[in-house]
């Protein structure tokens, strides 16, 4: 499938989950919906008959409380069957509420201690570097998040090391778990704070498929990481939740999850999709 409807999929699978298991965080799994989309419909190297091979590329969601997406885009790839979407966030389930590694195909690091998740693709693109390999590491990254100083060490770390399989993404959707970042601390001009950290930085609307695109296959030459600031709306997708704070912890439930479906069954992925 393409893109778009693997995004639209993910926005769909993301309220059911969410209305399911009565667990958070819609709001941010339909910010990055588009960018998971482009990535594991056409940007990642990977293979669902061997989730370990030595050459896939390597992914990791830092902001792991949307790690639903992740699930829903593995389950609609093919890493395990689409069914098991219905037990996110239950008792037993493999398909935990934070994105895990254990037992599930195809990710490669449990996440959601904020800040840690830049740190550890660093590592990987390291080794990758050390043992000559050509498989590349993309890291999503949230905007809240870039209030660790881990990201800033890491960050550094990247560009000394002259990591150019490294690409990070930031969900800059400009709002955190209670409020929007510039009121609890201002990152502005965050662009240019990661250019002077040493990545090619690249502006995007992070709801538009064909920049994204563009974005991850434009090459650089110059031995540095590369930084794409994918531009979002919290809640993408849901009218009334873009843009609403709530909708970061509340879930989907009665009315508002009725309305939530008909909204996204009435806008298929053809409709609202650059």
């Not at 704070?193 to 650089?220: M, R």
Request: glycine letters at 10%; charged letters at 25%; aromatic letters at 10%.
């Amino acid at each position: 499938m393409n893109s778009q409807e693997l995004a639209w999929r993910i926005r769909r699978h993301g309220v059911e989950m969410t209305h399911l298991s009565k667990g958070s965080h819609i709001g941010a799994i339909l910010s990055v919906a588009d960018i998971v989309g482009v990535l594991y419909a056409d940007i990642l190297r990977i293979d669902p008959s061997s989730p370990k091979k030595e050459d896939r590329d390597r992914f990791i969601l830092s902001k792991g409380h949307a790690g639903a997406a992740i699930y829903a885009a593995l389950a609609e790839r093919g890493f395990f069957p689409v069914q098991e979407l219905a037990t996110h966030y239950a008792n037993g389930s493999r398909l935990s509420g934070h994105v895990s590694h254990k037992g599930v195909p195809g990710v490669d690091f449990s996440t959601g201690s904020l800040g840690h998740g830049l740190s550890v693709g660093v590592g990987m693109a390291l080794s990758a570097k050390l043992d000559r390999k050509s498989y590349r590491i993309y890291v999503v990254i949230g905007d809240g998040e870039c209030d660790e100083g881990a990201v800033w060490e890491a960050s550094m770390f990247a560009h000394h090391h002259k990591l150019d399989k490294l690409t990070v993404i930031v969900d800059y959707n400009k709002m955190q778990s209670l409020t929007f970042c510039e009121d609890t601390l201002s990152l502005n001009p965050l662009d240019k704070k990661f250019e002077a950290f040493g990545y090619n930085v690249l502006n995007v609307d992070g709801h538009n498929h064909l920049e994204l695109k563009d974005a991850f296959h434009t090459p650089f030459d110059n031995g540095n990481p590369t930084l794409i600031l994918a531009h979002t709306i919290k809640g993408k997708g849901v009218s009334f939740m873009e843009n609403n704070i709530l909708w970061h912890y509340r879930t989907p439930q009665g009315d508002e999850y009725e309305a939530a479906v008909k909204e996204l069954e009435d806008n298929s992925y053809e409709g609202y999709i650059c």
